[in-house]
């Protein structure tokens, strides 16, 4: 596991019991979160594809990494807008769709219900696999409204993006 993705599970994971403030898709940390993209303040709405882009952010402080012509840090506050990122960069990042067992933890998990997580975990024999997710709750909603530890199945997973920076 690269130094980038071993940064960007353990800020995710830092992150876990986040919670928005009633359900207005805002609060202190949400709202950072929202910042995170290209939105107006006026346009913020479901930010599970908001922190994502907070994590990658912040993950990219972290490590020092650079952004350059070929790699430029998400935006978008579109979960299934993150394959159109991602097919965008470099070779520094890779899609698969449809996405199937080679699943690893650090991988961006595109949901076919229009969501996106980060897996912790490879699939089981069953394909399950856990996930750290924004907007989310323990019974796997897509507007849960808070970063919480999941269980998903493959058959639920649209594609799969992966970090190759070191």
């Known amino acids: 596991m690269t130094t980038f993705v071993k940064t960007l599970l353990t800020i995710a994971h830092q992150e876990i019991g986040i919670t928005e403030s009633g359900s207005s898709n805002r609060g202190p940390r949400?709202?950072?979160y929202q910042q995170?993209?290209?939105l107006d303040k006026k346009d913020w709405g479901?930010?599970?594809a908001a922190f994502i882009c907070w994590v990658i952010r912040e993950t990219i402080?972290?490590?020092?990494t650079k952004e350059t012509a070929?790699?430029?840090r998400p935006r978008t506050a579109g979960a299934w807008d993150?394959?159109?990122?991602?097919?965008?960069?470099?070779?520094?990042?890779?899609t698969r769709k449809p996405a199937g067992q080679d699943i690893l933890p650090g991988d961006l998990i595109v949901f076919k219900f229009s969501h996106?997580?980060?897996a912790q975990s490879t699939p089981d024999r069953q394909g399950n696999f856990t996930t750290?997710?924004?907007n989310s709750n323990s019974k796997g909603s897509r507007t849960g409204g808070m970063v919480c530890e999941g269980k998903r199945n493959i058959s639920q997973v649209r594609s799969r993006i992966r970090f190759t920076l070191s």
């Open 82 to 94: 993150f394959e159109r990122w991602s097919l965008a960069q470099d070779s520094t990042t890779q």
């Open 132 to 134: 750290i997710e924004g």
């Open 30 to 32: 949400v709202d950072q």
């Open 70 to 72: 070929g790699f430029k």
């Open 46 to 48: 479901a930010w599970c």
């Open 36 to 38: 995170a993209t290209w």
């Open 61 to 64: 402080k972290q490590t020092n």
């Open 116 to 118: 996106i997580g980060i």
